[in-house]
């Protein structure tokens, strides 16, 4: 059984839930301290999960985004769900039913692709970034105990280390697996990448905030295992 998460600030709660309102097990996690407007709003279609802030949010709000999604993905766990696609408050998809068809059975998947060219990015967890195009936990699936291993943990420090590396660390952590960011190292070990899925079948998806579609802008680059 599948089932949604719409993570974090109500900032487009119309958009959101014009995009999500016909999908069973959704809920949106979020703050306390969110606009009631928003909030009585968002309860007419989906639960809400409100949850204190974090009184250290960690390097790019990473605290904020693991605690605001690991209430949603609880509170699915307990409805049975199985599967899960944790989203942004901001990201909306054009085609969801299908994606959600693609993504079925996937252990763990990233809105990412291998590619030619990317610029190296060297972070503090003792790797080479060559693969993310931009944050890859704007949207990613999983299985509810994968996705769940993947945000249960916060900082204490501020660790210079993009949120996104943080949570594909903790996957691999949980797993008691070699963290690599080697493609086929991914690929061997259940991890899916997707926007290649996503070019394939004219799938757009949207960031709300950055006012962006973040898959046509990668049609003309090529894979590349390293």
């Known amino acids: 059984m599948q089932g949604i998460v719409i993570q974090g600030p109500t900032i487009y709660y119309k958009e959101m839930v014009e995009a999500y309102k016909d999908f069973s097990d959704v809920v949106w996690s979020t703050w306390e301290d969110e606009p009631s407007e928003n909030l009585n709003y968002i309860k007419q279609f989906f639960p809400i999960i409100l949850s204190p802030k974090p009184s250290f949010p960690g390097y790019l709000n990473v605290n904020l985004q693991t605690v605001s999604t690991m209430g949603g993905i609880e509170y699915l ?117 997707f926007l290649q899925d996503c070019l394939d079948n004219n799938i757009k998806i949207f960031w709300l905030k950055n006012k962006a579609e973040i898959v046509d802008g990668h049609k003309n680059k090529k894979h590349f295992a390293y």
Do not use: W
Not at 78 to 95: A, P, S, Y
């Open 77 to 193: 766990i307990e409805q049975g769900v199985t599967e899960i696609l944790k989203v942004r408050g901001d990201i909306i998809c054009d085609n969801l039913s299908y994606l959600l068809s693609l993504l079925k059975g996937k252990q763990m998947a990233y809105l990412v692709k291998s590619k030619e060219g990317a610029r190296p990015l060297f972070y503090e967890l003792e790797y080479r970034h060559y693969s993310h195009d931009y944050p890859a936990d704007l949207i990613m699936y999983g299985s509810s105990e994968n996705i769940k291993s993947s945000f249960n943990f916060t900082i204490e420090e501020q660790h210079i280390i993009p949120p996104e590396s943080l949570i594909a660390y903790q996957y691999f952590k949980e797993n008691q697996l070699e963290f690599n960011l080697n493609y086929k190292h991914c690929i061997n070990n259940g991890i899916h990448f």
